[in-house]
């Protein structure tokens, strides 16, 4: 290269930079490009292990044509439409009453209320006018849909507090307070009762009248499975305020599920695509149905998701991801309380029970396993099955967890018993020991949690759910809402004369 040009030399030396540098971003590119679809594919296998879909053989919804009195529960404004938009169709079409009953205002979304008024740190006029929007919304989507104004009731309690309400704040002298709103109370000028206080009391109270004054044969609520809290909470409210109307025949209770993390898959606009459940859910305690919709029905519904455009610019994708081709119910499987004998051993391991001669023993409630990575890596805190059983004294709740109980856990059982117009309440809670806990409590994969009959009042009928927590932390795993028919087994006893 001496006896080059100066333009030649310059040209070389040009060349190979140019040559090392293409090599080297080819090099890294490779590799950022390789972790990538290697991160890609470990997500697609993971949420595929929990999201994969049964067989394409869901029944139909039985007897759908029948239902001429339907009640919808949504926890939040839009949940009504994605969950049953069509079924209210169909129902109005044949001439029937549809009532719609929107639990919140959805005015605790911090993110959306930053978007929606662009402001970094919202003030509570801004979640209340929030609040004020989404109902608006919820009127003008189901006006699209058939229904008037006059068939929609807004309670006005707490979003994200509906939970607060079921475990914590049952009593009107309680109330719960809003983060957001800041109200103890209801204040919403449209709402059913605007002076409501934030009690679980007072909620129930709310459902029960309408239960009374509407008479539905058919209930649509949210599943117990739901990741949601208020989901969660809502459709146990719901099932609560039915076991405690006691009509015959008793209205069918349809359960739909939204929150979940591999639900709906696949996700996005696709009106032609099936809704399906998620296999981990399709066990003997759900039975999983759908309802057809045709294309008109299915286009109208998209119209109405698409007007609830506050949530459109955070949300948009997920709400139309249940604008498909059926939508997707559920109906709890009954099983019977176990019988027990009252003179046996106090034991959480189900199957050392004694039970009455011809009973299987059988959970009340099945849960999936694994549905979160916390869950993944202690099973400990990750249920699997609920079993109910009961003595002429007290009953028992067993939870079967994925692996052994763990020290560092806290679990809490927590029972609601319907009675008339009593509502018991009893909790226990096992706080995290350092040492093993009693074999009374804890053996292996079961805990036990005993409640005495005579503080629960003798009842028919109570609503059970067990938690698994961190100490200071989230929940980690809740195995739903079970609402369970003790029968006449459960009677005080008659003194001797």
């Known amino acids: 290269m001496t006896g080059a040009s100066p333009v030649a030399r310059a040209r070389s030396r040009a060349r190979g930079p140019i040559v090392r540098w293409h090599w080297k971003t080819f090099w890294r590119a490779s590799l950022l490009l390789g972790i990538l679809l290697a991160a890609l594919l470990s997500a697609s296998l993971y949420v595929g292990r929990l999201s994969a879909l049964p067989a394409l053989f ?25 969950a049953a938009g069509g079924l209210m169709q169909q129902v109005l079409a044949r001439g029937g009453e549809v009532r719609v009953v929107v639990l919140t205002n959805g005015d605790g979304s911090l993110t959306g209320t930053m978007l929606e008024f662009r402001r970094p740190y919202p003030r509570s006029p801004h979640y209340i006018q929030a609040g004020l929007i989404r109902q608006q919304e919820s009127l003008q989507a189901l006006a699209t849909l058939g229904l008037a104004p006059g068939f929609v009731d807004f309670l006005g309690y707490p979003d994200q507090g509906l939970r607060p309400l079921w475990f914590d704040h049952w009593d009107d002298e309680d109330p719960y307070r809003s983060p957001f709103t800041g109200f103890t109370h209801g204040a919403y000028p449209l709402s059913l009762n605007p ?41 146990a409210f719901t099932a609560l305020a039915l076991a405690l109307r006691r009509t ?13 993390g591999d639900f709906p898959v696949p996700r996005g606009d696709l009106p032609f ?5 998620p296999l981990r859910l399709v066990n003997d305690s759900f039975y999983w149905q759908r309802l057809t919709l045709p294309d008109e ?13 506050s949530q459109l610019p955070l949300l948009g994708g997920f709400l139309r991801s249940f604008v498909r081709q059926n939508e997707l119910f559920c109906e709890l499987t009954p099983h019977a309380v176990l019988r027990l004998a009252e003179d046996q051993p106090v034991t959480p391991v189900v199957g050392d029970w004694v039970v009455a001669e011809g009973t299987e023993v059988h959970p009340i409630l099945e849960d999936s396993k ?16 609920l079993y109910v059983g009961v003595t002429p004294t007290e009953m028992r709740v067993a939870v079967e967890l994925a692996g052994t109980s763990s020290p560092f856990i806290e679990y809490r059982a927590f029972v ?13 809670i096992y706080p995290v020991r350092a040492l093993s806990r009693p074999r009374s409590q804890a053996q292996g994969r079961f805990l036990l949690a005993t409640f005495p009959l005579e503080s629960l009042g003798y009842p028919r009928t109570v609503v059970v759910s067990v938690e698994a927590k961190y100490v200071r932390g989230g929940v980690v795993d809740r195995i739903g809402w079970a609402l369970v028919d003790l029968g006449d087994g459960t009677s005080p006893p008659v003194a001797a004369p």
Do not use: C
């Open 248 to 260: 015959d025949p008793a209205p069918r209770l349809l359960l739909y599920l939204v929150h979940r």
């Open 297 to 309: 029905m299915v286009e109208a519904k998209g119209q109405a998701t698409n007007l609830y455009r």
């Open 195 to 235: 002076s409501a206080v934030y009690s679980g009391h007072s909620l129930l109270q709310d459902l029960r009248a309408i239960l009374d004054d509407f008479r539905p044969d058919a209930i649509v609520a949210p599943h117990p499975t739901d990741s949601h809290p208020d989901h969660w909470a809502a459709g």
């Open 416 to 428: 609601r018993a319907a009675d008339g117009d009593e509502i018991a309440k009893a909790r226990v």
């Open 58 to 82: 869901v029944d139909d919804l039985a007897g759908a044509e029948s239902i001429h009195r339907l009640l919808i529960v949504a926890p939040h404004p839009d949940d009504e439409v994605i």
């Open 273 to 277: 695509a099936p809704l399906l459940p």
């Open 370 to 385: 694994a549905d979160s990575v916390p869950q993944e890596l202690g099973s400990g805190a990750d249920f699997v099955a």
